[in-house]
């Protein structure tokens, strides 16, 4: 491909063309590209950043309501992957302990000891093993512990509310040297450079299930892209079979790019300078409960950037690569809240969400008696849902029309300057959010 802006957007195009006419919105099927890329990545194509280094692997949460088809854009870059040689994905499901054990490949070891005195490993071994563990030189000598979850239902990956497990993988997004830690079992496990990358899927409910509301301020929180999506409409009931000839040459193109984009990398001066002038101009959205996001937002764009400098297998990030990387993240940031919903808002969240989510699939003012029979499920009585219409009014977030219906009110997204992105690289689905 060409080292041009168009080669850059090409690639997501062009994956956008392999995943063919699916009923999964463009927007999780360009997140699912991005995300994939950074996994192959790791830590074999970074940018020095003052004292530290930063690494393409990204979090990544689709989120939208039942029948978006979160799975569906997962499980086709998931098969993309395997069919390209990528084999480090976790398991469907697992604990905390489980997974620290599965990244160390002290679960390989255990298979050892069980197996010792039949060609496994020795007595002598395991005491070792267990009393010192490997040297911190041995640990560094080997490769970085990678580690793709690809959970298509995010709240089937690991238990709700896990706290712990979350704090983990928060720590891991931009963690370097040697992870130490001793498992409940007793066990010490020591991690080489883990590299964790996450695409997952929820919805705004089993968000709110997942994760307490005491998220909001934590690390995990704050390194996660929250990608909203809505039903496109299209009903297909017989996909298409991929092109063979396109199949293979995008699982090739993936191979090669694992193999190519080795190293240090670094910014071209005009990218540079294009993204010293977004650090300093950006500021956020109205939205108190990105108050960590924000924080690490320059981080978020410079993975993103490796990512599309990778995706056109260039040795450094050009300007074009910080316009498209900017461009696809100020875009998504524009739905962030929508795609948290009420959650963290207080007490009857869920049903200020439902309401929401209903209010926003329609054209037509909906009247009260016509909220209520959708959400009686929800509600204890008819005061709540008239509490909650309220508090959504005075909040901006629903109006009421002449006649006494409610429409939610949709605000335009923020202003930014024309030379920071450039909205005509993504698709016109995408423009349409």
């Known amino acids: 491909m060409p080292n041009s802006v168009s080669a850059c957007a090409d690639f997501f195009s062009r994956y956008i063309q392999y995943v063919g006419d699916t009923e999964s919105p463009a927007i999780f099927h360009r997140w699912c590209a991005i995300t994939a890329i950074g996994a192959l990545l790791g830590r074999n194509y970074h940018l020095h950043h003052g004292h ?19 799975s569906t854009a997962i499980k086709l870059v998931k098969k993309l992957l395997v069919d390209s040689g990528y ?37 002598t071994s395991i005491l070792d093993a267990n009393l010192w563990g490997d040297s911190d030189d041995e640990l560094a000598s080997r490769p970085a512990a990678e580690c793709f979850i690809m959970a298509d239902e995010w709240n089937d990956f690991t238990s709700l509310g896990n706290i712990e497990f979350y704090s983990l993988l928060g720590t891991f997004w931009d963690f ?5 830690n001793r498992i409940k079992t007793g066990k010490s496990v020591n991690i080489a450079n883990p590299t964790v990358s996450i695409l997952s899927g929820n919805t705004p409910t089993g968000f ?18 929250l990608v909203h999506g809505e039903s496109t409409g299209r009903k297909i009931a017989f996909p298409a079979k991929p ?13 090669r790019l694992k193999y190519e984009c080795q190293g240090t990398i670094a910014l071209t001066p005009t990218a540079q300078k294009l993204i010293e002038k977004i650090y300093a101009e950006y500021e956020g959205f109205e939205d108190a409960r990105f108050e960590s996001y924000f924080n690490r937002r320059f981080t978020h764009l410079l993975k993103i950037c490796l990512v599309c400098a990778a995706s056109r297998l260039s040795r450094s990030i050009g300007e074009q690569d910080v316009l498209l990387a900017n461009t696809i993240l100020t875009h998504t940031e524009n739905n962030m809240p929508k795609a948290l919903g009420e959650f963290g808002k207080g007490r009857n ?10 209010l926003a699939a329609t054209t037509k003012p909906l009247m009260f008696q016509d909220i209520w029979k959708l959400v009686a499920h929800d509600c204890d009585k008819q005061l709540t849902l008239g509490d909650v219409l309220t508090n959504l009014r005075a909040a901006d977030k629903v109006q009421q029309v002449q006649g006494g219906g409610f429409l939610a009110k949709r605000k335009p997204p923020k202003e930014v300057s024309n030379d920071l992105v450039n909205f005509e690289l993504l698709t016109k689905e995408e423009r349409g959010l």
């Open 176 to 180: 370097s040297g040697i992870y130490k």
């Open 243 to 255: 092109d063979p000839a396109l199949a293979a040459e995008m699982s090739g193109y993936l191979n």
């Open 52 to 70: 530290f280094t930063v690494n393409a692997n990204i979090y990544t949460m689709l989120v939208g309501n039942p029948g978006t088809r979160k």
């Open 349 to 358: 969240s869920d049903v200020a969400n439902k309401v929401i989510d209903i």
């Open 87 to 123: 084999n480090t994905i976790a398991a469907d499901k697992t604990t905390k302990e489980k997974f620290l054990l599965d990244l160390s490949g002290e679960a390989e070891l255990d298979e050892g000891f069980k197996t010792a005195g039949k060609g496994g490993a020795s007595d």
């Open 208 to 225: 709110s299930l997942a994760f307490p509301s005491e998220i909001i301020g934590q690390g995990f929180f704050s390194r996660l892209i």
